[in-house]
């Protein structure tokens, strides 16, 4: 980037600005500040200027053209560096903290390698109005520009000196609006983890997973809140606080810093084929607990009391900030599973259209939230969830692959940049504040907020569950609370008090801390924990899990597996049926007397279907005692591992271990594929007298 | 779209402005007017401004996602319907030219439907300063705000009135920069052209597509532009013109409307399957005439005499614009054929690290030309056409498919997006100047700028060519000359003065209707110049274009032809071994003293390979009288269709015609895949005693 910006040569600055009234028109603030000019030759100058105004431009472009490749080629770098590693098999360090170093790298050039002077093409108007106007309208000698805002600077006067005067033009250039985070590269991202979520071992500890993520996500910000506020209080104490630093301030970072981000380890499971349910644990509560901390953050800024004193507690305030997280939560989730399930495509033979219009529906989910106010990327989340529970179904198979592929891109391109973009911005962000108590508070409060996450909830699940959440799986776990991208994301979004620098640097610690020391080390943690790893998921649930810790069969059949028993019964006795072509006929599954209605929902092609029924989600029943009775077979898939199967129609002679087998396909891709269970049924069409029917 | 925008309550405008004098920093222009408050009340209000100025923020960021929502639910419509029609094999109306539709009726509702007032977020500040700033940093009560510049709204101060009075906020809002679709939208689009214009008829019919491309653009850019001068002089006599309109302006005009996009003719011959060559002489010019088109109007724009008088003929800027024309094509060609060369990759075990990697090359491409001064998109297309050749070699065969599915999806979502917003654009661009002289004359000048660039220089080249451009041929091409994005995109790029208004406002009429007309009636025209269709290219060559117009074989062996073989032999011998997995091993095509170096630069794979030696290309080799010679067989292809193979390793035993089919397969997809030519081949290395190793 060798790159050298040409000195703008415009006004030798005698711009002398008289009085004049501003006009306010109808109900619109709109403040003229004539400065009108006293050099008389504009008139003349106009054809030069308008050449130096579009070479002006033009090196503009230029700049940002080569500004926009450094991070290019910082991620080709990372992708070969990563491709090295790959090939060498090292694991102690994953592509996103390579990303992060070579980001550092870049940073630390930027910084201090490269004294760009800066350019004359910043003018200051000072001007009085009340509010800050979106657009300005710049009136340079008879041309009119139009400018939007940008950013705030700073609240306090005397710090524009120091942007102005000393900033480095190149750093300036390298710095993105961190709504770009939020609205461009967290999206694929979020919504790509909802849609490869769609796993067996997934919905068998959905339970636990839901804790997880609302309650312990909850308890987590809470209390890293409540330590970083004694922290504070010391500060102040100590005298190491030089600005305002509120408790909803703590509480807010403990929402930020409660989102975690194992996408490290969770690379290293995949590769290491860790046992699958404790994946299934940490990646659906990292998922979730995204979410959870998004909605909470944004509650704890809405909290606002209204009184004299500002930042005094008020019930009335906390009330309406814990209805905003339950109403932008379910807005947001009732608004993704809408548009999960609206795209109902039919489009089946024309591939590019059908993936055209899968992008299209899920971006659109993203950017409805977010005109609705609610939070786009947990409507993205949950319209991946259904995209992939029930739309996938509808896909075709091509289209299948592309949306997957498709989204694995997206997902990984944009999660290299934020992690590059992270290591870049700790020497590049320039309000970095970094005060040695508060970051040591920050890295116990991070410590044992996760601790009072993952033990004491462990501990009372395992009075719930029948698969006991082992020591070392808490441990493990314990160990895997990695803060990434969504951490950074919250961080940088709004730097703009002393409390929020301070956070923001914090919270970079954080991330370098836990991706390159946790990340790195967790094959020496896997086997310090004595954790299996090579499972082949095809048998873990007969030997790993149910062999080995379930004495105390059949007796303690758990709530959650009821409860789930009932929605997976109504999900795919109905839902299934309606929103997708698979499924049994809607005919089969609702009482007679709604034979019309059923013929007119059951889509023709599950009719078709019929004879071949395919449905992707029988891998997610549970093992433990739910029979699986379709047609006239019954298959008893108990918690011991011992299979019986029932019935006439099992045409194929198949075992009880190949349907074993079948159940369980398809489950060490990270991505699944297609269909696992083919149920061999007879051509007489399944009638309601049958008493297996009805689950 | 029902989302109504708060009023914000900002001041009441009386913010009185004093006089300060403008300071000059350095060599840094920074014009400081400060219009400083006279009310005292602001201190105060400070946390409740703040407030107001996030809710503002938090609107304006929804009113955003609202207003991207509409082109996503636009361009969702698009497919639906699009769907619809292709189900019911509807071929009157391609999908761009749907999307024009769906855009036109959004741009009435948004013209004419919503009147929404606009609030009061602008704000005018006038200040003398010679040039515009790039960035201007507001104070507002003690808050210094970033602006940047964002476009020039006039030069005409009387007309920001209109603009910040009347002006529809919706329409302003819903105005995208024109640099979005150069930078942004365009790139995939020719990308994608350039990465699927590996076909066999192609490279057949190289010479006549590059007379077409780069002889004819150029003819048809300076006879449209002349017409346009004569009209326009014509208009300045009647008194029709109210602006100024000079010669370079004509020829810009030539130049954007000369490049073709016949997106919809080429989807209609695609489904119809219409003679191969003519689908190649289409598509090949269009591809490459958008590239001459580019660079042309930017080197007419290029052209300022430096005299007193500007607008007059300088011999030095002319040759100084003819300068800028090769070196920028050339720059750019070199650019993209570069990197495309560099994209070397050995990634195949990790498909996505490939993919991503191949992904960032090519958008690198892009930024590195327009960082270095030269076209991004001219860069992109020769890169794409590049690494179709190279890079594509190299990749897994998963790749393969991501790559293509990924910019498949790129193309159609951009080029539905630019169709779209140009129906929208009749409505909603401000400064439409529509004179029906000016539209009449445009009309006449593209269609005789493209009769003047088909019939003569088919004539030209039918001199040259052993296979005749047939006069029904001429006559399609002629009415498949359709102009789209390209020229959209060019047009809108500048309209600031009143010249290049008008220009706009007649090319949006131009593309609508030879979108709407001309691509509407494709299959009429096709019959009714009795263009085969359902010609299975698997046979073509020696069923339509040899067997019923080849009389005269042999004799006329002509020149490109020639020229065109010995560069097939250079790449097939040289290149392709050094740059890609495929081909011969070099040891095999250098003279024996190059034995050590030969051997360093051939990848293990080749010799891997070596056993089946798989070649994509071969299918380009031209039918008459190439011999194929490798190994110990030598396959006589000629133009009679009568194949000859001698030599003893034919050990298939496969027929000539099995080989015919296989020269030509796979062509009949708009991407090809993979490999045609399979030589079955002796164990033994290949020694270069055997005299049919050199060609």
Redesign the interface.
Known sequence: FG?KRN?????????????????????????????????PQ?EE???M?N???EK?A?E????D??D??IF??L??LT??T??LF??RRFRFLHETGLAMIYGLLVGVVLRYGIHM???????????????????????????????????????S?NK?DD???NENEMLRKVTFDP?VFFNILLPPIIFHAGYSLKRRHFFRNMGSILAYAFLGTVVSCFIIGLLMYGTVTLMKHVGQLHGEFFFTDCLFFGAIVSATDPVTVLAIFHELQVEPDLYALLFGESVLNDAVAVVLSSSIVAY?PTGDN?HTFEGMALLKSFGMFLGIFSGSFALGVATGIVTFTK?R??Q??E???F???S??TF??A????FT?VVAVLFCGITQAHYTYNNLSRESQD?TK??F??LN??AENFIFSYMGLTLFTFRNHVFNPMFIVGAFLAVFIGRAANIYPLSFLLNLGRRHKIRSNFQHMMMFAGLRGAMTFALAIRDTATYARQMMFSTTLLIVFFTVWICGGGTTQMLSCQRIRVGVDSDQDNSVSVIATEVPERSSTKHESAWLFRIWYNFDHNYLKPILTHSGPPLTATLPPCCGPLARILTSPQAFENEGQLKDDDSDLILTDDINLAYGDITVNTDGSGVHTSSGAGFASGMSSEDLDRELTCGDNEVVMRGTCLVFPMDDSEPTLKDPHMRF
Chains 1, 2 share one sequence.
């Open positions: 790159q000195h703008c040569r415009g006004a030798s600055g005698a711009g002398s600005p008289h009085r004049l009234p501003c006009a306010r028109v109808a109900s619109l603030s709109v403040c003229a500040c004539v400065c009108r000019a006293a050099s504009e100058d106009s054809a200027e050449i130096v105004t002006k033009e503009s472009h230029r700049q053209s080569a926009l490749l290019i080629l991620l080709t992708i070969l990563i491709w790959k090939h002077p800066r350019d004359g093409t910043s003018v200051m108007l000072n001007c009085h109005v009340n509010a800050s106007p979106a657009t300005v309208l710049v009136n340079v000698s008879g041309k009119f520009y139009e400018y939007t805002l940008k950013r705030v600077l700073s609240s006067g524009v942007v102005s005067d709504e606002q500002s489009l033979d024309f590019l259209l993936t055209a219009l992008f299209l529906m971006w659109s950017l409805l977010e005109a609705c106010g786009g592309r592929q498709l694995e891109l990984f391109l």
